[in-house]
Each structure stands twice: as C-alpha cells, then as structure tokens.
C-alpha cells in the first residue's frame, strides 16, 4: 500500500476528527472513502457527459426519446 501525505486546514482536521471519532473509523479511512468516492462520482460525470453528447447527436434529448427508441427497437424484434 502506498502512502499520500497532504496538507489540510484546522477546521477540516477538527471535522474529520469528529467524524471519525463518531464512525469508529480511522482518518485514513475516512480519508480513502472520501477519495474513493470523488473518483468514482467524476468518472460518472465524464461518462454521462460523454453518452450525452453522443445521445444528442443522435436526436436524443429527453426520455421521451429514449422510450421512442425502444418503443421502435421492441416493434421491430416483435413477431406477429
């Protein structure tokens, strides 16, 4: 395991104290979820903002499109 040492302010040592004295969790620990997290969320971003541009070049813009889609998708597989 690698280590990372970074610098933070009185008042964010204060709280992640609390916190951690609260949850029984270690700072590190707290400090891991924290970052852990926070990739996770602006990995998401990225990834929607991607399929967003893609769905919009394809005339996608609300949901309604997207249920018209299946809708269409659906009709075509179905067999009568």
């Known amino acids: 395991m690698t280590m990372l040492t970074l610098r933070i302010d009185d008042k964010l040592d ?13 700072k590190s620990e707290l400090a ?3 970052l852990i997290g926070h990739l996770f969320r ?3 971003q990225t990834a929607t903002a991607d399929f967003g541009r893609h769905a919009r070049a394809n005339g996608i813009y609300t949901e ?17």
């Open 64 to 80: 309604d499109d997207v249920m018209r889609i299946c809708n269409e998708d659906h009709a075509s597989h179905s067999t009568t």
């Open 32 to 34: 891991r979820e924290a």
């Open 42 to 44: 602006t990995r998401w």
């Open 14 to 26: 204060q709280q992640l104290n609390e916190l951690a004295a609260s949850t029984g969790k270690s």
